[in-house]
C-alpha cells in the first residue's frame, strides 16, 4: 500500500488499514521475514530537544538495521538553539531560526526525526503542538513525531503491536490508568495511547481523578474513533472500580491542564491521590488477568509496585523492543 500522508506526526492522520499494516510489517521485521535495506545510501536526522533511552537508541538501531546513516542533533547542545515562532525577532538566546535549521538539513537527509516535549507552562499554545507544527510547515522531507506536546505515535503503535503479540487482535477491554507521580508530566504517551486504542477497535476505559482530564478535541476524536471502528469508550473516577475485568492495563501520569504553568498547585493537587493511585497487586487482581503496560521510564513504588512490573504479566520490555521494530516499519513506509 502506498502510503498518502508522508509525515508520521499522529496516528489519526492514517486509516486503520494502514495501521494495521503498519504492524504487519513491523512483526515481519522482528521475526526476520522482512530484510531489505529500505534505507540504503540514505540518511536520517534525529533532532532532540529532550533527552531519550528507547527512543534514541531503537532508531539509531533500526535506521541501521535499514542500512542508513544517523545523524545525531541536540538544539542548544550539539547544534544552535532554535527559534520555531514566525515573524520572532531573535534579540534573545535564541541562534538560529528552524526555517533554516530544516531547509539545510533537507538538503543532507531524506527524513527527519523530532523529540520535542512540553514545557508545561501555557496550554491553549502546547495543546497546538507550535514545534512539531513548526517542523512540519518547513519541511518537504517527512517529518516523524518521536514524541512532542501533545502526541507519541511511535510509543503508540508499540503498544498496539504488543497488545496483539501477547493477546491476539480481537478487540480487547482496555484500561488506561492515571498513577500518582511527584511532578507533573505531559500528556503525550496517554492521549496517543487512547487515540490508538480507539482507531484499533478496543474497549477503552480511562480512568483518573477528577481534575485529570484529556483534552476536550482529543476526547471527542476518541469517541468518533470508537464509534467509527466498532469499540467504546468509557470515563471512570474510581480507581478500584477501573481495574474490573480489564484484559490490558496501561499506567501513566499525566499533569492537570487545570494547573498549566502552575507547578506548585499541582503538587499540592495530586498529593492526595499518591496512596491510591499507584498500579498494586490488589487491584491487578480485580483484572483479567490483564497484562501490565507502560511507556518507561516508570518509578517503581510510585506508579506501580516491583510486584505487578516484575511479573509475568508484565510487558514493558517487549513494548520497549517493539518500538525498534515499529519504526523501522514507519521509516520503510513513508521515506520513499
Known sequence: ??????????????????LEELIETAEGFKHGEISKKFLEGKSIALVFFNPSLRTRASMQVGI???????????PGGTSWTLEHRENAV????????????????????????????????????????PVLAAFAKYASKPVINLESAMHHPCQAMADMMTIREKLGSSKKKVLLTWAFHPKPLPMAVPNSFALAAAQFGHDLRIA??????????????????????????????????????????????WGSKNFYGEAEKDLQFRAQFRKD?????AK???????????CLPVRRNVIVTDGVIDSANSVVLDEAENRLHVQKAIMAKIIK
Open 1 to 18: 500500500m502506498l502510503f498518502m500522508v508522508n509525515n508520521f506526526l499522529k496516528t489519526n492522520e492514517f486509516t486503520r488499514s494502514e
Open 64 to 74: 541501521y538495521e535499514l542500512g542508513g546513516n544517523a545523524v545525531i542533533l541536540e
Open 90 to 129: 531573535m534579540d534573545s538566546d535564541k541562534t538560529e531560526h528552524l526555517k533554516e535549521f530544516v531547509g539545510v538539513l533537507e538538503r543532507y537527509v531524506s527524513a527527519i526525526g523530532v523529540r520535542t516535549f512540553a514545557n508545561l507552562q501555557d496550554w491553549d499554545l502546547e495543546r497546538t503542538d
Open 208 to 253: 483518573h481523578p477528577k481534575g485529570f482530564e484529556l483534552d476536550e478535541d482529543l476526547m471527542s476524536e476518541i469517541e468518533d474513533q470508537t464509534k467509527e471502528n466498532g469499540g467504546s469508550l468509557e470515563i471512570v473516577n474510581d480507581v478500584d472500580e477501573a481495574f474490573e475485568n480489564v484484559e490490558v492495563v496501561y499506567a501513566k501520569s
Open 277 to 281: 493511585w499507584i498500579v498494586d497487586e
Open 284 to 294: 491487578m487482581a480485580r483484572s483479567k488477568d490483564a497484562i501490565f503496560m507502560h
